[in-house]
């Protein structure tokens, strides 16, 4: 039986409190995206994305449920994950999702809490999806949403194995993208200690020189610099910011950042002043960015490339697909 009298709710700031608690618990909730499912993503996601809500916040011996509640301007009433604008994390923390699913819907009031409820993050053909699912389905409707698609590959026996399995040509337009680095005297700098606004600021002024800056749609304003503003704040001081900066003649001339978290090392922006395009600096420095993981981070096994693009599609070796289930009483 399961002690559901345990379940007790909290503030954002009581779950950031218990982060190293919540930590724990994700680092064992199966078939989920760990890393975006983190407070490092989550919380900033929320504060900066996210159109007003109220956290609706849970805590069990099991572990965590991590929702918001808002209203629709139709007038009804939903609960989400945190972030809801891209569908990455699971609100489920503990080693079985399904036992949390169980204790949402025991203490939460279909008609006040919710008429929907989305619970995302739930990797696609998992125990742990149909799990939740068979959790509601008899007494609410339950739908899946559209999927969400992410390229990873494997770093765990090292960079060179990892480039041993990918395609001689892919490793010849690599040969030639470190080849034209070198020729213009591209030096790389590893980044993931001191002041992270101080960072930030470096990789300001990089993207307002790249394309993405010049055409309104980098991360140097709005919603966008507010969130990573406030996530690389947060890996900053656990340790987990990971910041490589390609330099040339004393200038920053781009930079790829990402983060550490359960054996997963997550790329989050790369950008580059524009007129260093034709030396291939993406190539170069996602190569640069493994090599420092395999260095510094042994633990790192998987390589995380975000959302799934063409590009990264080369890179990747297999892709992570989650669902979100839409439940609606």
């Not at 406030?230 to 990402?258: E, K, Q, S, W």
């Amino acid at each position: 039986m399961y002690k559901y009298e345990l379940v007790i709710p909290l503030t954002l700031h009581q779950l950031e409190r218990a982060g190293a608690e919540f930590d724990a618990a994700l680092a064992q909730t199966p078939d989920v995206d760990r890393y975006c499912s983190g407070l490092h993503w989550v919380v900033p996601a929320h504060r900066a994305l996210m159109p007003p809500r109220h956290p609706w916040l849970r805590r069990s011996e099991d572990g965590f449920v991590v929702l918001a509640q808002g209203e629709h301007p139709n007038g009804w009433v939903y609960l989400q994950p945190l972030e809801g604008m891209w569908g990455l994390p699971s609100p489920l923390a503990g080693p079985d999702p399904a036992v949390l699913a169980r204790q949402l819907r025991a203490h939460s009031r279909p008609g006040y809490d919710w008429d929907v409820l989305l619970i995302g993050g739930l990797e696609e053909g998992s125990a742990a999806l149909a799990a939740v699912a068979d959790e509601f389905n008899t007494a609410h409707a339950v739908r899946v949403g559209y999927p969400c698609n992410r390229n990873l590959c494997s770093i765990a026996g090292g960079v060179d194995a990892y480039l041993g399995r990918r395609p001689r040509k892919f490793r010849q337009n690599l040969r030639r993208s470190d080849a034209r680095c070198r020729e213009a005297g591209i030096a790389w700098e590893r980044a993931d200690s001191g002041d992270p606004l101080a960072l930030y600021a470096r990789i300001q002024a990089v993207e307002g020189g790249s394309w993405k800056g010049k055409g309104g749609v980098g991360i140097d304003s709005g919603d966008m610099h507010d969130f990573y503003a406030l996530m690389i704040t947060r890996l900053g001081v656990t340790g987990r910011l990971r910041v490589l900066f390609a330099r040339h003649d004393g200038r920053d001339a781009g930079y790829l950042l990402g983060g550490v978290a359960h054996g997963i090392f997550r790329g989050l922006q790369f950008s580059y002043r524009e007129e260093f395009r034709p030396l291939g600096l993406g190539n170069a420095a996602q190569v640069e960015m493994m090599r420092w993981l395999e260095a510094c981070d042994p633990e790192t096994h998987t390589y995380d490339l975000g959302t799934q693009m063409r590009y990264k599609q080369r890179w990747g070796e297999r892709t992570l697909t989650t669902l979100t289930l839409v439940v609606s009483r």
